[in-house]
């Protein structure tokens, strides 16, 4: 018989929160995903699809929208990222899929991708070290790609200066979390 464990992408079994002169970074691996993009022709289909099942609206690029504890942000042309609570969508990517049917693919990235939060007055003095991306002058719901120590990430403005999420591949999580530990004690 099998006694497996679920671990975080950091390899514990409970999230990692770390505080640093009143900067919060969490590990956040209770989140589903899924990632969905509309197929040829069939785009008003799939936003009418999408909003059925989520209850809302495609963000247009750069930028992210949550309702009802779901957040969809743009990822690429015709392509999304939805993110719930795991708890209460376990089933996200076959919830999502059942609803847009033929006017596009849905795809589970359960594990596929690691979060970490940064909460706190002193965030973008932290970003700013790690990303050429304008941290300070995103607002809320901005959403970005952007590299942080050689990895493709992602950079959502959650509270303007003061709560962001990035993600990585799961992969890179220990390098990114590192990365994230090395800027705040530098910048704080």
Same mark, same amino acid.
């Given at each position: $018989?099998?006694?497996?464990?679920?671990?975080?992408?950091?390899?514990?079994?409970?999230?990692?929160? %770390?505080?640093?002169?009143?900067?919060? +970074?969490?590990?956040?691996?209770?989140? /589903?995903?899924?990632?969905?993009?509309?197929?040829?022709?069939? @785009?008003?289909?799939?936003?009418?699809?999408?909003?059925?099942?989520?209850?809302? %609206?495609? =963000?247009?690029?750069?930028?992210?929208?949550?309702?009802?504890? $779901?957040? +969809?942000?743009?990822?690429?042309? %015709? #392509?999304?990222?939805?993110?719930?609570? *795991?708890?209460?969508?376990?089933?996200?990517?076959?919830?999502?899929?059942?609803?847009?049917?033929?006017?596009?693919?849905?795809?589970? #990235?359960?594990?596929?991708?690691?979060?970490?939060?940064?909460?706190?007055? @002193?965030?973008?003095?932290?970003?700013?070290?790690?990303?050429?991306?304008?941290?300070?002058?995103?607002?809320?719901?901005?959403?970005?790609?952007? /590299?942080?120590? *050689?990895?493709?990430?992602?950079?959502?403005?959650?509270?303007?200066?003061?709560?962001?999420?990035?993600?990585? =591949?799961?992969?890179?999580?220990?390098?990114? *979390?590192?990365?994230?530990?090395? /800027? /705040?004690?530098?910048?704080?």
């Amino acid at each position: $018989m099998h006694n497996l464990a679920p671990l975080t992408a950091l390899g514990a079994t409970e999230a990692r929160i %770390d505080v640093i002169h009143g900067l919060t +970074i969490r590990e956040m691996p209770d989140i /589903a995903l899924a990632s969905i993009s509309t197929r040829l022709g069939k @785009q008003a289909g799939f936003k009418r699809a999408v909003k059925a099942a989520t209850g809302i %609206d495609l =963000p247009a690029p750069g930028t992210s929208a949550s309702a009802s504890g $779901m957040t +969809i942000f743009w990822m690429a042309p %015709d #392509q999304w990222m939805v993110e719930a609570s *795991h708890d209460r969508h376990e089933n996200l990517a076959a919830t999502l899929a059942t609803a847009i049917k033929a006017n596009g693919s849905v795809t589970e #990235q359960n594990d596929g991708w690691a979060r970490f939060d940064l909460e706190g007055d @002193q965030c973008c003095a932290v970003l700013e070290r790690l990303s050429a991306t304008d941290s300070a002058g995103m607002t809320k719901g901005a959403a970005t790609r952007t /590299a942080i120590e *050689h990895l493709g990430c992602f950079l959502l403005c959650r509270k303007a200066a003061k709560h962001y999420s990035v993600l990585c =591949p799961r992969s890179g999580a220990a390098s990114l *979390h590192h990365a994230i530990i090395s /800027a /705040a004690r530098s910048a704080l």
